[in-house]
């Protein structure tokens, strides 16, 4: 269980719904997953963690798609179970189809792998790289 | 230094200068970088990783910009120097601009954030998001 | 299920009763929690893991509360669920309010976001920070 | 050298100025240390990643000082070289002492020991931790 | 679920039973585990890493239970729940024996202490281990 | 810098040389290296962890130079830079080739990425590893 618990709307004060109506609002839905109820037993960070969210993940010099699937991929390689589940329905919804899932996926894969041997063989900065 | 040593083209054997070639042909540049270097002292792992990168590098569902963006986000994710370093490189060769960089580590931020909380207040993922 | 199973006090060895004892003595308590019981497997990292964790854990120069807020940021910020479980609760056993426990993770959640940005911008350690 | 560079405060935008001025402002401090800098040339990121620094750090149910060495603690868990060397030097600022920092250290090594005992040993979460 | 679910070994296409087919060979077994049948939705990365394991996993330089147990080891410091489950019944099927296991975790939690001591302490690489 | 400076053996109290004569007693060597002389501000938990270091890694169910590699393993994961290069170190001195070193990281590299791959799919563990 949550370790604060879960706020469902009828249950939030004026100021956690007025976050969940933008959350809806901005999102085009009509619900509110567990992270939002979970954060919402502290207004403060609730407020500051979705005006954040919101501002970073609006479309800009990057398009909403990416956005989403480089969430998914961070997600991904640190292995939170609840982000990697709710980044993967955020994806599909901005439109990410089966393969380009996959080819992220192998993209994820393949930089966790060579990260390791750059670092394991502790491989030195090229100087056409520090400048 | 590198564990192994940095294994130069002219020192190579003929199969570490295959691979090399092939990096350089596929990548349109004259130079092969340290990290490929540091891994030729093993020809095996050297050529089955370039041969995974660029089959995985390749353009695909995903853009090849989108996909060395990804391998950055990755990459910073996990604080491996070297990467951050040759992937930086690598995506401004591919059209990344210093506003897509700037967003995108801005995404990477967020995503190693809301990771933490989801993780530190044990949101339990909606059934929702399991179907 | 646990890798080497669980041992319940009533089936443990007289060394590992020595160390369940001491556990309960130590916290004032009356109860083993399963990882003490799955270490039980292997008594010499059983004893020198509480023993460690004794000696770590008591008030010195930090408080024991604090010390346990630390002990659940780290786990926390590592994604370990089983951790985050346990040292919730002796976090909250040892004083921790709801608000603290709040604000632990927005320090959390920020420490992780900030970690990246560093890492990604590639941003060089200042002078003044070096000496 | 930082991805996009760093941005001196005499070449500052206004309003990347009137960032600037507020940290120096909240921090009784005359610098501007380089993380800031190098945020600067995205000054939206620059902004929001301040605006939240400084809610978050904020004393309010913990301590400056305890917040300060929870950052730390996950900086050092983390491995992430710029954020111990400028979070030690805050926490020093702080108040911390030497022995404080060694304790915090000792926790913050202790956890990620027992973090991979839990995960390895695939303890089950005890059912007094779940309610 | 499974995020492009799980394709069993009847529904397969032929490309995708070949790799089954060499699994099942190679590892003297009569059943292929869910990993791959989740990875089976991308036929090309079902292939390239069915190959890559089966090349890096060979036993050469280094035995295959040794192999095993790094792998293990790995796992359980990414906290990986699968790849530890997966891994553990791999390595026992190697001829881990419960002691094995026990000090491959006891090695596992000390340098993930140790790592994070060295760190935090910002510890400068000898010139001895430069060389 | 070290956060608290290095001590030499010449500066060290009883105590601390009593911990530094039994490394290089236990070690066959006749230096310390820096991790040892950095912990050496706080004698308590240098004792502890020099102890927990000599009984985890002497030669018992696994042998000495598996579980140096193991450690390196584990270090080369988590991209310690200070620790990849003094258990790189320690390893060679326990016997390691350089072909032993080469598959090591391919072994440690496929676990990064198949770790990622397994989260990344969401796949379920296998009721057969359940048990």
């Known amino acids: 269980m949550a370790t604060l618990g ?5 249950d939030a004060s004026p100021e956690v719904k007025a976050v969940y109506d933008d959350i809806m609002t901005t999102r085009s839905t009509d619900w509110i997953n567990n992270f ?9 960070t609730l407020r500051r963690t979705w005006e954040s969210v919101k501002q970073v993940m609006a479309p800009g010099a990057l398009e909403a798609l ?3 699937m480089v969430y998914l991929a961070v997600s991904a390689s640190n292995q939170c179970g609840y982000c990697i589940a709710s980044h993967t329905a955020a994806a599909r919804k901005a439109g990410m189809t089966g393969a380009q899932f996959a080819e992220l996926m192998a993209v994820v894969g393949m930089a966790n792998e060579t990260n390791r041997l750059a670092s394991g063989y502790q491989v030195e900065i090229d100087e056409r790289f520090r400048t």
Request: proline share 6%; aromatic share 12%.
């Open 66 to 68: 990416t956005k989403e």
């Open 6 to 10: 879960l706020i469902e709307y009828a």
């Open 36 to 44: 939002w109820k979970a954060l919402a037993s502290d207004p403060v």
